[in-house]
């Protein structure tokens, strides 16, 4: 931050020249004169770096003491660029334009970034916020961060908690998503255990309610296991719940041709850049199109920030493309088998759910150019499936 101060208000290398450095020195921190870096040169004479301040006090007192004299090394900062440009006046008055864009651009937003978020989508919430006149080129000062937090929250009930941070032309977000209720237990609630999977039950424990299946049953998807109706004694409702272990199978099918394209990137490489401005794009080149028959294209976006954060309603777009050839690459019909096996067998892994795979089978068959694999599997699995019984259920268990 010391070295930005600096640049904006000038600063000077310069040489001091007497008989002894070290009384210049002295004299120096005696006036209160600021500098740094200080240096011997091989002569004998101390360099120093002065801000321009500094450097005119430095002056008079060297004129009023006449203990040393000074010369300039090197001059830098926006002081003496400006002078330098002190005759010619388009620059000049290109450079203060500039300054005064720059300045009334930090009072409009440019950038908005949501934080916080994981299951409301970004564009679900930057939509809203548009809904409530919080979008890229609106003017920071008409907007009440309070009371579009506090819409917002109506807007999107899976929000606990949002605020607006406002860091100049950018917008921070933060948000908070509520926490999902678990589901509570409740004894008092007549629930039914029932099949999510078909298959033939080896296994099953009630540990509340009355079994309606048994070891050796087939049963399909949906099928009562164990029931809410207790008959013993007069009867009742109970919350019932156990373990259903049960044999199923399954059969899944793959296919792969023999032959498919591959891409051979040739080297050749073609860059185009275009700015975005206030949510209009301008090319800065001049044909349109893809510049190679087969290639892909790589678009990368560079927000324009100045120093100290405040970002610029620019934005640097660039494409790159990168040629390719399609060559045709063959598989033998055991690479294409092995592949499609090791894709099938995850398949089934991810659909087993709790259990184990008990046997497994692959069938291959190669023909026009395609082979075709197909998995047949035997599983143990938990299939029981707890859910709340209509009143029509509870009449009909009642009945039963």
Known sequence: M??????????ARVELSCRYSERAINICARNHVEFWDLKRTPEGAAQMSVSLPSYVKLRQVAKETGAFTVRIVRRSGAPFFLWRLRKRYALLAGLALCVILTGLSSVFIWQIDVTGNRTVPSSAILAALKEEGVDIGTCVLNIAEQRVADRMLLKIPELSFITLNNHGSRIEVIVREKRPVPELYDPDVPTGVFARKAGIITEIT?????????PGDTVDVGDPL?????????GKLTHASGNVWARTWYEYSMKMPLETGRKTYTGERSKRFSLLFGGKRINLYFLGGN???????????????????????????????????????AFSPEEAERVLSV?????????????????????????????????????VEEISQERALTEEEIAAAKGG
């Open 2 to 11: 010391g070295s930005i101060m600096n640049s904006l208000r000038g600063w």
């Open 206 to 214: 009630a540990l509340e309610g009355w079994k309606t299946a048994a």
């Open 226 to 234: 164990i029931s809410s109706w207790v008959p013993l004694g007069a």
């Open 291 to 329: 510049p190679y028959a087969d290639c892909d294209k790589i678009t990368v976006y560079k927000r324009l920030t100045l120093p100290g954060g405040t970002v610029l309603p620019v934005t640097v777009v660039r494409d790159t493309f990168e040629e390719y050839t399609t060559q045709a690459a």
């Open 343 to 379: 894709r099938l067998t995850e398949l089934l892994e991810a659909r087993i759910g709790e259990g184990w795979v008990v046997s497994k089978d692959f069938e291959t068959k190669t023909e026009d150019g395609l082979v075709t694999v197909t998995l047949r599997a035997e599983c």
